[in-house]
């Protein structure tokens, strides 16, 4: 059995009600189909994996988010691209996003997908598709890599964004 297979194993093998990372099926199941609660009466809210909640957070705190809008919609208008797919961070961070009305760019060595709820954020979830990236209408990167040899050319990007670095060191030249 390889790695990911036992992980997911053990994953769901814990009892769903005993889940505190959020990464048993049925959490990432309603994530990434913007079910927020566990029962009908919406008293039981669902567990999102930490440090993509971590990071929805801190976008709130410096006011990425629009609190004017309604709840689900409030990045409505944004454009965010995510370098990094990765199931524990990447994806799940483009799903919450996306359910949250941006437009999601997310960028791996396998190319791009785009997650998205539609025109006017008409639809319920967010759908995925692979577009053809146009980085200088995005306003918020956010990137979160093991690898030491990426780096990001600010001078590729339009002059008001977001960025956040939640890796070790810098990844962002100034001068290129």
């Not at 990045?75 to 437009?103: F, M």
Request: net charge neutral; hydrophobic share 40%.
């Amino acid at each position: 059995m390889t790695f990911d297979l036992q992980d997911q194993y053990l994953q769901n093998v814990v009892d769903v009600s005993k889940d505190v990372e959020g990464l048993h099926h049925k959490y990432v199941y309603n994530m990434y189909h913007n079910i927020r609660f566990l029962d009908k009466e919406q008293t039981k809210k669902c567990i999102i994996p930490c440090t993509p909640l971590g990071i929805v957070k801190v976008m709130e705190f410096v006011g990425v988010y629009n609190s004017i809008l309604p709840y689900g919609n409030r990045l409505h208008g944004r454009v965010v691209t995510i370098i990094n797919r990765s199931e524990i961070v990447g994806r799940p961070l483009a799903a919450l996003l996306a359910n949250d009305g941006a437009k999601v760019f997310s960028v791996d060595i396998n190319g791009i997908q785009e997650f998205d709820r539609g025109a006017g954020i008409k639809l319920k979830k967010h759908e995925v598709i692979c577009p053809l990236l146009t980085h200088r209408i995005t306003l918020i990167i956010l990137f979160h890599l093991s690898t030491h040899t990426f780096e990001l050319a600010l001078t590729t990007m339009q002059s008001s964004f977001f960025l956040m670095n939640d890796t070790a060191g810098q990844r962002v030249n100034t001068e290129t």
